[in-house]
């Protein structure tokens, strides 16, 4: 599966986007699909995750009640609408995918997702 990430940009603290990742070579309903993103100077890490059969989704502490991961299956896209954003926020944004859900409550390492997008670029800034 090919993943392309979009949607980034400058936004002010307190306001939203919604980062899109269009798939295509596999229904995004065969993988589960997640975020991960990395800030200027740290590593990267684990954003959000949502099962193949958009049941189940998992998020790190940090962006639970802010950010909600979705998807869209005649549109074969995933989508994470991130609200009231904060500086610490800004980072590159990268979707994701592998073959199996995990049942782990801890941040999903990235070595675990064999599908990545390219990043698209988040800043939260007044």
């Known amino acids: 599966v090919q993943l392309q990430a979009s949607g980034g940009g400058l936004v002010r603290p307190g306001g939203f986007l919604r980062l899109p990742c269009a798939a295509s070579?596999?229904?995004?309903?065969?993988?589960?699909m997640g975020w991960f993103r990395q800030a200027p100077g740290k590593e990267r890490e684990f954003v959000a995750a949502i099962r193949g059969s958009g049941v189940n989704t998992h998020y790190t502490d940090s962006v639970k009640g802010r950010f909600t991961i979705s998807r869209d299956s005649a549109k074969n896209t995933e989508h994470l609408q991130m609200n009231s954003l904060k500086p610490e926020d800004t980072a590159l944004y990268y979707c994701a995918a592998r073959w199996s859900w995990s049942e782990s409550r801890s941040d999903w390492p990235g070595a675990d997702f064999p599908y990545w997008g390219q990043g698209t670029l988040v800043t939260v800034s007044s």
């Open positions: 070579g596999g229904p995004v309903s065969q993988y589960t």
